[in-house]
């Protein structure tokens, strides 16, 4: 079991492989893949490379009770497929930037759960570092001066989105309870991949690959940078960290998206956004911090 300083920087770079997809999405899009289609190849791909290898190194961790399945079925299909269907939606329903924002209400979300099932505390410097982290994030996603197009369908999924991304640290948090994270991990992208094949459009596949096959090795190493590695990461971090921290501890991933943009699609990085930056870079500081006691707000 990982230390709370390695679950910490554990889960920070979970936040930053993720912050990385959108060289893939953006490489495989323009290639003739849909959305789903990139959704399919993380699952498939990741579930295939961790149920064989644990088959081969421990087959005891893929043993699981029925009465668990919920558990996999909800990091699996909730939490992984309908939040991005949902936030697919919202990004065509809306603005970018106010789809992003929507989502990033995920923390808020997790903090409010968190105080149900698990009894968490809300103290003053998790919610200093929840305001922190959400204001950062708006700042970075650019959403003062445009023009916003927002409709009723797209706030609804946004926001949708926003829930169903933080129900994964609650799903993952009562598996962990129960199963080691290599397990938890393997079983949610085994069920991902039975809730995405309804909606990914297999057929169209073989095309797109036959009129550039080296587009496989791009499609393995989508699977593991934006799949494999960072959910391991950021499951294993839950093991050691308050959900409701963990969440916001991952939010350094639109600062990674935000950088990556400015280093190789020549985006530009505005005062707003480096203020961004730094509030999310505050909220892990503030975090970081060990008050002598520790006080809680009643909620």
């Known amino acids: 079991m990982p230390t709370r300083k390695t679950a910490y920087l554990a889960i920070i770079a979970a936040g930053a492989l993720w912050g990385t997809i959108g060289i893939f999405v953006r490489t495989l899009t323009a290639a003739g893949f849909s959305p789903m289609q990139l959704i399919a190849f993380r699952a498939y791909i990741s579930a295939a490379v961790l149920v064989v290898f644990l088959a081969i190194k421990n087959p005891g961790m893929l043993k699981i009770r029925l009465r668990d399945i919920w558990c996999f079925a909800g990091t699996g299909i909730a939490s992984f497929v309908l939040f991005n269907y949902c936030y697919f939606i919202a990004m065509g329903e809306t603005s970018l930037s106010v789809a992003a924002v929507l989502l990033y209400t995920a923390p808020v979300f997790v903090m409010l759960l968190s105080l149900l099932f698990f009894k968490e505390k809300m103290t003053k410097r998790k919610l200093i570092a929840l305001i922190l982290a959400f204001f950062g994030c708006v700042l970075v996603t650019g959403i003062f001066g445009q023009n916003l197009f927002v409709t009723k369908t797209g706030i609804i999924a946004g926001l949708l989105s926003g829930f169903l991304y933080a129900l994964y640290s609650i799903f993952g948090r009562y598996a962990l309870n129960r199963y080691h994270t290599f397990t938890v991990t393997a079983y949610t992208f085994v069920f991902a991949s039975i809730g995405v094949t309804p909606m990914a459009d297999l057929g169209s596949i073989p095309a797109i690959l036959g009129d550039n096959p080296s587009l496989l090795l791009f499609i393995l190493l989508f699977a593991a940078v934006s799949g494999i590695l960072p959910y391991l990461l950021y499951t294993a971090g839950l093991s050691r960290v308050e959900s409701g921290q963990a969440s916001i501890i991952a939010s350094v991933e639109p600062v990674v998206a935000t950088i990556i ?26 975090l970081n911090l060990r008050p002598h006691a520790k006080k809680t707000i009643d909620i």
């Open 261 to 286: 943009g400015v280093l190789f699609f020549h985006e530009s990085l505005t005062p707003a956004g480096v203020l961004g930056v730094i509030a999310v870079i505050s909220a892990l500081f503030v």
